[in-house]
């Protein structure tokens, strides 16, 4: 149980579009999820925390205009990347936690290559 | 905020040995977890090993053991009997209680299980 997936694995796009990133919760409801940003050989950053219904809080630093991250309902969240650039280039992980819960649980992550 | 620290960039080990990673975390707070997490080359991060800092009594999960000392706040991992499947980076992860139970992530460590 508590499986979560990323849908796409990976992505490449071009300068400028957009991107979206979801991220499901297969087996459980996950009332907050969090997506992370992670550099190659590197640890794993907050970017924000969502919860489902209402908006997301996003860590200091962190773009809201560019990262837009919506959790509609208690199984999925998304994360677009808006206007992207190479700099974006990333991979992208998404964890998700059950009400009261403490444990998060993984995605496989996204890897976003922006060209 | 919280601090987590992992000074060994990368460490290895011969296969059946026993290898002890470092981490220290810097906090005031008193009601908190410790966990140690796996990344192997497939990026999916895997729970190892959770401590929960009202306990005294080390944390143990088959193989992998922690070393947890409040006072020095240290939490370091030993995995005995290591296997070839150990090799991956682990993080050592601090979350509060509370607070959006957020996990605030070291740099990490290369392991890498030689033959």
């Known amino acids: 149980g508590a499986v979560v997936s990323q849908h796409p694995s990976r992505v490449i796009c071009k300068s400028g579009t957009s991107v979206k990133i979801e991220c499901r919760s297969l087996?459980?409801?996950?009332?907050?999820m969090f997506w992370y940003r992670q550099f190659p050989k590197q640890s794993l950053m907050l970017m924000a925390t969502?919860?489902?219904?209402?908006?997301?809080?996003?860590e200091q630093g962190v773009e809201k205009d560019k990262f837009l991250i919506n959790h509609a309902s208690l199984t999925l969240s998304t994360l677009t990347v808006t206007s992207a650039h190479p700099e974006d280039s990333s991979f992208y992980i998404c964890?998700?936690?059950?009400?009261?819960?403490?444990?998060?649980?993984f995605g496989p992550g996204t890897r976003l290559t922006v060209t | 905020a919280q601090t987590v620290t992992q000074s060994q960039p990368e460490m290895s080990v011969q296969e059946a040995e026993t290898v002890t990673l470092s981490c220290t975390y810097d906090?005031?707070?008193?009601?908190?977890?410790l966990f140690w997490y796996k990344q192997p080359p497939s990026r999916q991060m895997i729970l190892v090993i959770r401590?929960?800092?009202?306990?005294?009594q080390n944390a143990t999960e088959n193989r992998f053991s922690v070393n947890f000392q409040k006072a020095a706040k240290s939490f370091s991992l030993k995995i005995s009997d290591s296997q070839l499947g150990d090799t991956a980076m682990y993080f050592c992860?601090?979350?509060?209680?509370?607070?959006?139970?957020?996990?605030?992530f070291g740099a990490g460590t290369i392991l890498r299980v030689k033959s």
């Open positions: 964890s998700a936690r059950l009400a009261g819960g403490w444990e998060q649980y």
């Open positions: 087996d459980f409801q996950a009332t907050t």
């Open positions: 969502s919860n489902e219904g209402s908006k997301a809080t996003y």
């Open positions: 906090t005031s707070e008193n009601n908190y977890y």
């Open positions: 401590q929960e800092a009202y306990k005294q």
């Open positions: 992860a601090f979350m509060r209680v509370g607070l959006g139970n957020k996990l605030v």
